[in-house]
């Protein structure tokens, strides 16, 4: 069965500091990956997508993922955070119904960046 | 940032109450998606739509729900006879046909007391 885990609920980071946030994926097939976004009261927003080619993918506010066939994962990264990056985090994958592409989701991590 | 639309924000349900939200999707998207997210943050897809054709729902088995997208009008979800286990975040996103991006709204924050 298909599923995507995030290993760690919650993630500290200091302003300034790198992050990186895990994501692994079962899927027997090609998946096609997202990360999204949500902040307080707010619903998710897409940060990046991976569907084939290049396995470094860049998305907005300068987060980044990189896709792995071989260690079924698709971490996300960014150099150095803000205090604004405090939210949490959800890795996805699609697969295919009859014509509608449900998302699986993990069950995010909880990012909070300190002053 | 998505133009996904979802009335009302906040619902207050008693236990055996109707509990209906409701979903504008993204202009010129016709796939509209139903997921559930617990306090735990846990999704469970609920139902899809394009058009107002139902593509696919998933454990609905309790028949409690139901949902629909009527042409020139809101979708909605209903819950006929709200349980406390209900209470959750209600998000309703939208696509294109044959993309696989998902954009969301706000969400419905749904709690049977």
């Known amino acids: 069965a298909q599923s995507v885990t995030q290993p760690d609920a919650r993630v500290t980071v200091s302003e300034g500091a790198s992050l990186q946030l895990r994501c692994k994926y079962s899927?027997?097939?090609?998946?096609?990956l997202f990360w999204y976004v949500q902040y307080p009261r707010q619903g998710l927003q897409l940060l990046l997508k991976y569907y084939s080619g290049d396995p470094v993918v860049q998305g907005v506010n300068s987060f980044e993922a990189e896709f792995s066939k071989s260690n079924s994962s698709f971490h996300l990264q960014k150099a150095s955070v803000h205090w604004s990056d405090s939210a949490v985090y959800f890795c996805?994958?699609?697969?295919?119904?009859?014509?509608?592409?449900?998302?699986?989701f993990g069950t995010g991590t909880t990012v909070s960046v300190s002053p | 940032n998505s133009k996904v639309i979802q009335t009302p924000r906040y619902l207050v349900k008693g236990q055996g109450q109707k509990a209906k939200m409701r979903c504008i999707p993204e202009?010129?998207?016709?796939?509209v998606f139903w997921y559930q997210q617990n306090k735990n943050n846990e999704f469970k897809f609920l139902i899809n739509?394009?058009?107002?054709?139902?593509?696919?729902q998933i454990d609905m088995t309790e028949k409690r729900f139901s949902a629909e997208c009527p042409s020139n009008s809101p979708c909605s979800l209903e819950i006929q006879s709200s349980e406390a286990g209900d209470s959750a975040l209600y998000l309703c996103?939208?696509?294109?046909?044959?993309?696989?991006?998902?954009?969301f709204g706000p969400g419905t924050r749904l709690t049977v007391l």
């Open positions: 996103a939208s696509s294109l046909p044959g993309s696989y991006e998902q954009y």
């Open positions: 739509f394009q058009n107002q054709e139902v593509l696919q």
């Open positions: 202009k010129g998207h016709p796939v």
């Open positions: 996805a994958l699609s697969q295919a119904y009859q014509g509608g592409r449900a998302l699986i």
């Open positions: 899927y027997s097939a090609t998946p096609y």
